[in-house]
Every structure is written in C-alpha cells, then in structure tokens.
C-alpha cells in the first residue's frame, strides 16, 4: 500500500511506512492542523469489506480508546474514509522490544535481569488495567510490546513500555476465537493453549503469552518453536516448556518460578491477573542480582572408583580436561562403559561447564543423564557420573570459610523505612560445619539474622538471605555506616571470615504537588502545569494520574512517569479536555491530580477547569 504515500487520510498526510502485519499497515503520519506526528493503522482492504468486521470494528475502537494508562498507546481517533477503516495512535519512534531482542541477538550483548523484569512488569500493569475493563488483548508479543525511551538520572537510559494493538485480534474474530476465514487469532509462538484450541479467553490468555515473552527476555530464546498452527497445539497445549534455568542456569529461581507458572496449561494455575504478575515481579526486582561467587583457585578433578577409592586426581587450567577410554584424554578411564571420548571439562576462570561428547552410556550429573553436546555449569559439590566412575570437583585453599556479598551491596544505599536484602554468600573449603552470622557497625535492631547457625556442607555453598530495615524516626543517623559482616564456625570459633562494606542510609522521598493555575476557563480545553518537588534523599518514581467525580473531562500529561533526583523541581505540562457545550451557562468541574511515589504512597493537588458555552443563556 505504498500508494498511499503522500495521501491526505483523516487530517493526517502519510510520509512513511513503519511496517506491515496480519491485520494491516501502519504508517507515520503528519496532523496537518497540529504539525504533530502520529502513527495510522489501515486495516487490510478484505477486512474492511466484511459486514461483521465494520461493526466490530468502531464497537472495539471506541473501547480500545478510551483505555488512557501510562503503559497503553494513547488512541487519537478513528474512522473510514473511501472503504478504508484506520486508527490513529501514539508516535513512538523507538521501535517494540522486538526491536531490542533483535539488537541484543545481532550485538550478542546481555541485560542486566532486572531490566527485562521491569519491561515485562510493566507490560503486566497495562494488561490488567485493561482486564478490570473487559477488554482482553489476545495477540501478546514482543512486536505489540513498544518501546519509549527518556533520558534519566546520569545519563542513563530510562525505557517506558507501552502495550499496542489491544482490540485489533477481537476486530477479525467471527466468533469463538476464530477469524471469518477460519483462522485462529494470535501469533502461534505466544498463543495459550485456549487460544490454539479455539477456546474462549480470558485475561488468563495474555499472561500466558506474557509469560512466554518473559522467557524469551530473560533466557534469549522461546521455549517452543512454533511457525504454523499444528506445531502451537502440538506444544502450547500438550508439552511441557524447558525449564528456564537449564538454558540461563545464573537464572534465580524465583524468576523461573514465574515463568512457569504464567505458562501453566490450565488457565486457574497461573497467576489470575496482570496486577498479581506485576507484584510477584517487583518482589523479585527488589532481590539483588545474582552474584557470581569468587572466582576458585587450585581447582582439581578427583575421580572415585565404584568402592569410592580415589582412582586419579586431575588439576583443572584454563585449557579444560578431556576424559575417555582413548589414550590421548587428560583423564583416561580404562573401562567398556566409558566412551572413547566421552566428556569435555571446561574452566572460564569463574565457571566450570561439562558437556558429554555423545558418549554411548551417557553422563549423570547428580544423578540426572545431561543431554550431549550442550554445556552444562558444574559447581563443587555435585557428582558427576560417567560409567561406573565418580567424578567430584575439588577445591583446594589455605583458609577453608569464605564470604562474599552480591554486587553493589559492599556499597549499599538504604531508604529509609523500606526493606532492603542482603545475600550473603557463604563458601566451605573443608569438612561440613555450622556458621553464626553477625554484623558489627550496625544497629542489631536493623537486621533480622538467621535464628539458628546455618550448615554449610563440605566443599559446598550456601546462600542466606539477611533483611535490613531501617525506621523512619527522629533518632535515625542518616549517612554512611562502615559494617562488618562476620561468619564464624560453632566448632572452632578462632576461625571464620568476614567481609566489609559501606551502608548508608538516606532519606525516603517526599514529593510535594502544584497544579497551576488553580483554575483555568475554556470552552473544550485548558492548559496547567504540574510542579513536583523532591525534597526527600532519594530518587522518587512518580506516576501522574487525574480524575474528576463527574468524569467530564480527559487529561493529556506531557508524561505520565516521572523521576525526579533528590531535591530536584519538575513542571510537567497538562491539558484538561471537554465535550464543547454550545448553549449554557459557566459549568466548573473540580478535578484532583494524583502523584504516586513508588514505594512511598502518594500526594495529590487540586485544580478546577470552568467551562464556558459558545453561546451563553
């Protein structure tokens, strides 16, 4: 349809096509009175001339419109011009998360992992919002999940996700889920398991499809692959997804619990709405990253005979070991039930993976066959299994406790009033004990410790969890705290490990919220500006909303997410809209504007708009 280059459509000129998909084109588009760019949707020309299509189609675009959320591509308009049924939307230049995805796979780059929750956590918001609303999207994917980027504190890149195409799959429906070709809606990697049965949906269909973009952010790959329709019910509705960890094994486990979950095959088993999947995801988001361990020293590979007798000893380099019947291995096993080259043992200076070489009896690990050819992380203290031998990884070190924090938290910020978790790795070099933890430099009341000593096994680790809560009262010390964090054996109390770091507690944000001016006149629109005010120690993340009891007016925000630095000032223009009265006297509408601080409740101001008739009686 590049004949509609340079077209006028609506009050719209086409200047460029942005792209083309199932249901139609969409073009970037120049408002002629408002020199303001937009997008345009025009739907496919067999659609438009369906009867069905043509009702469905303004009975979903005036829903779909109305649905104003910080997350969902505001709707502009909608309408038909010469059989031709388009929408006009949001301009948003930074392209989908499939954009991102693809420049991650081409750059081979990795995300921080809380970057990928947050995108999908918001993508939750927005579909529960629309949810409570009746409205449920039905062609989740990462080409419908689109990308606003800002300029955030220091430099940093702040990404605001924004949900499109809600209501366009229920456009082509002909009811039951199925096109009036006799199509199934919805793109066939990221269908339910209703959708491929031609089932009716609910919300529960789009956390699963959310749920299969959330494992493809977090891991870089889909769990199913799926091009046609048969292939989506021969894997959505009957087999089970990879588990996530065995394709990102750093992945928390808290985070697959997620994912697995949203990819329930039963709809009542997974999380029952996006506003639940949200919360589950911030809970995560306030973990820190996973923390790759110290990186090990004189690491060696012990083989153990069937009787458990050590049969040969191995050390571990950077150039890995090979180990198999054939003469030419590092660790040669001299039996029928080991391959000739049977396994491969890699060490990265931080990692050790294996990875079976297509052996004929296969490789155990801790007792579970590993598929050949992939890598698989070995870590000490799990068994490796290769024919009737026992392969173990040994660590050998002077001192036999070590402790590690996870990174940023040697140099901890803590708001005040908000719970912050500390993971305390904790490493046994030798013979299995028990650990009593402390922290010294830190007010006891600030911490919860682990009721009882922790065991760490032999040459194992452990992780343990600590909780810092800092009250908000007149006798807290803002500032930095230098702390200690102690590990000391219940049996030989002389020795242990410790490891230092820098708390420092700053204040909680505290925002304050002018609407001027404090009332405006118009006929159908008035301008404002809304002041916010960070006064607190800490970066405040703001989401502005408004209503009014009458619900008579709209509210364009210049933007609906804002971060403000501690003690920094921001005016954030807004236009209150209204039906234009023709015939009337003065009409006030109050309205209050509400500035919620994440994690720190919400303020609000109030404005009024008076509206004036075009003629007065």
């Given amino acids: 349809m590049n004949e509609l280059l340079g077209q006028i459509i609506g009050n719209c000129r086409i200047e460029?096509?942005?792209?083309?998909?199932?249901?139609?084109?969409?073009?970037?588009?120049?408002h002629m009175h408002l020199d303001r760019l937009q997008a345009l949707k025009v739907m496919h020309a067999h659609l438009a001339s369906d009867p069905g299509f043509q009702a469905r189609f303004r009975q979903e675009a005036q829903a779909i419109a109305a649905l104003e959320h910080p997350h969902i591509v505001r709707i502009f308009g909608f309408d038909e011009q010469?059989?031709?049924?388009?929408?006009?939307?949001?301009y948003l230049p930074d392209g989908s998360l499939r954009t991102l995805l693809d420049r991650r796979a081409r750059d081979g780059a990795t995300w921080p992992l809380h970057f990928g929750l947050d995108l999908v956590r918001q993508a939750a918001e927005a579909l529960d919002f629309a949810h409570t609303r009746g409205i449920v999207h039905r062609d989740i994917k990462p080409d419908n999940i689109l990308i606003e980027r800002h300029a955030g504190p220091g430099g940093r890149s702040l990404y605001v996700v924004k949900l499109t195409d809600f209501g366009l799959a229920r456009m082509v429906e002909g009811g039951g889920g199925i096109t009036a070709s006799g199509m199934t809606v919805g793109t066939p990697a990221y269908m339910s398991p209703e959708q491929c049965q031609g089932l009716p949906v609910d919300g529960r269909s789009d956390i699963y499809s959310l749920g299969i973009v959330l494992y493809e952010v977090v891991t870089g790959y889909l769990p199913f692959t799926v091009s046609r329709i048969s292939e989506a019910v021969e894997k959505h509705v009957y087999a089970q997804p990879p588990s996530p960890r065995t394709v990102a094994p750093d992945l928390p486990v808290a985070v697959e619990a997620i994912i697995l979950r949203c990819l329930a095959k039963k709809p009542e088993e997974r999380f029952a709405t996006g506003a639940e999947l949200a919360q589950a995801l911030r809970r995560v988001m306030q973990m820190p990253e996973p923390a790759p361990l110290p990186a090990p020293e004189g690491l060696t590979v012990r083989v153990l005979g069937s009787g458990g007798q050590v049969v040969q000893e191995a050390p571990l380099t950077d150039q890995g070991l090979t180990v198999g019947r054939r003469a030419g291995n590092q660790i040669v096993l001299d039996d029928p039930a080991v391959s000739r080259n049977h396994l491969h043992i890699e060490w990265s200076g931080r990692r050790v993976r294996v990875k079976d070489l297509g052996s004929r009896g296969g490789t155990l690990l801790d007792g579970t066959h590993i598929k050949p050819h992939e890598p698989h992380t070995w870590n000490i203290g799990q068994s490796l299994g290769v024919g009737p031998f026992t392969l173990e990884l040994v660590q050998r070190r002077d001192d036999q406790f070590g402790i590690a924090l996870a990174p940023g938290q040697e140099s901890l910020e803590i708001v005040a009033g908000q719970p912050v978790t500390v993971d305390v790795t904790l490493v046994n070099r030798g013979a299995a004990d028990t650990l009593t933890l402390a922290v010294e430099g830190w007010p006891a009341a600030w911490v919860h410790l682990p009721d009882q000593p922790v065991r760490v096994?032999?040459?194992?680790q452990l992780a343990v969890r600590l909780t810092l809560q800092t009250p908000v009262t007149a006798g807290v010390r803002f500032g930095a705290y230098q702390v200690r964090v102690h590990a000391r054996s219940t049996t030989q109390p002389q020795i242990g490990a410790s490891i230092e770091a820098t708390w420092t507690v700053i204040a909680p944000p505290s925002l304050t919220v002018q609407v001027s001016p404090a009332t405006a006149r118009g006929r159908?629109?008035?301008?404002?500006?809304?002041?916010l005010t960070n006064q607190g120690g800490t970066v405040a993340h703001v989401v502005l909303m408004a209503e009014d009891s009458g619900q008579a007016l709209a509210y364009n925000f210049g933007r609906h997410e804002v971060h403000l630095a501690a003690g920094e000032t921001v005016d954030v223009p807004l236009e209150v809209r209204c039906d234009r009265r023709i015939f009337g006297g003065v009409q006030t509408h109050h309205f209050v504007v509400t500035a919620a601080v994440l994690g720190a409740g919400s303020t609000q101001a109030t404005a009024a708009f008076v509206q004036t008739a075009l003629l007065s009686i």
């Fill in 82 to 90: 010469q059989g031709r049924y388009y929408i006009t939307m949001e």
């Fill in 457 to 460: 096994d032999g040459s194992a």
């Fill in 524 to 531: 159908d629109r008035a301008r404002y500006t809304v002041r």
């Fill in 16 to 30: 460029a096509l942005l792209g083309s998909g199932g249901m139609g084109q969409v073009y970037r588009v120049r």
